[in-house]
């Protein structure tokens, strides 16, 4: 399946938020994992399906979702 203009502004989005959120993380939280809202705000957990509801109450659909150092993205919507 060929990427949208749409998944690809979202990629873009995903990888300049954890540049800038994400990256500094990684030394004392490698392997968590991380949700960054699109306006910055960030939520660390053990477990993906904790960061996903807690993101969710917190700031409502729209964020994304990482495991801090390894490279997979999503996003929750």
């Given at each position: 399946?060929?990427?949208?203009?749409?998944m690809?502004?979202?990629?873009?989005?995903?990888?300049?938020?954890?540049?800038?959120?994400?990256?500094?993380?990684?030394?004392?939280?490698?392997?968590?994992?991380?949700?960054?809202?699109?306006?910055?705000?960030?939520?660390?957990?053990?477990t993906?399906?904790?960061?996903?509801?807690?993101?969710?109450?917190?700031?409502?659909?729209?964020s994304?979702?990482?495991?801090?150092?390894?490279?997979?993205?999503?996003?929750?919507?």
């Amino acid at each position: 399946m060929a990427m949208t203009a749409e998944m690809r502004e979202s990629k873009k989005l995903a990888d300049e938020l954890y540049t800038k959120y994400g990256k500094p993380l990684e030394s004392e939280h490698w392997g968590q994992y991380l949700a960054i809202s699109p306006d910055g705000k960030t939520l660390l957990g053990s477990t993906l399906i904790e960061v996903a509801q807690k993101a969710k109450g917190a700031f409502g659909p729209g964020s994304f979702l990482f495991k801090v150092g390894p490279k997979a993205v999503g996003k929750w919507r």
